[in-house]
Nanobody, 117 residues
Framework: QVQLVESGGGLVQPGGSLRLSCAAS????????MGWYRQAPGKERELVAR???????NYGDSVKGRFTISRDNAKNTVYLQMNSLKPEDTAVYYC???????????WGQGTQVTVSS
């Protein structure tokens, strides 16, 4: 089992920044994939960014150039630095990880990000 604890969400004005963190704990050897998804009201959950154990990254088209994903393997933690935030970035952001050996995936409980003046 893997437990995920997210933090860093909140209310920010357009153009502002936030940093999300997701710390993983539990019984696993390593996490080969860590990432963030988001879901806005009335919309489907979508990929924001993900990073593999080698540091390779993928970003959703709408966040490229504004968001940066990183990870600290020693702490089993993934970060999402969000800059130049827009009202359309408002959503619940979910941490998502995949365990290397089992291949099982896990979701965090979600953290609300609201971009509004």
């Amino acid at each position: 089992q893997v437990q995920l604890v997210e933090s860093g969400g909140g209310l920010v004005q357009p153009g502002g920044s936030l940093r999300l963190s997701c710390a993983a704990s539990g019984s696993f050897f390593s996490l080969n994939l860590m990432g963030w998804y988001r879901q806005a009201p009335g919309k489907e959950r979508e990929l924001v960014a993900r990073i593999n154990s080698g540091g390779g990254t993928n970003y959703g088209d709408s966040v490229k150039g504004r968001f940066t994903i990183s990870r600290d393997n020693a702490k089993n933690t993934v970060y999402l630095q969000m800059n130049s935030l827009k009202p359309e970035d408002t959503a619940v952001y979910y941490c998502h990880v995949r365990a290397s050996l089992s291949g099982r995936t896990y979701w965090g409980q979600g953290t609300q990000v609201t971009v509004s003046s």
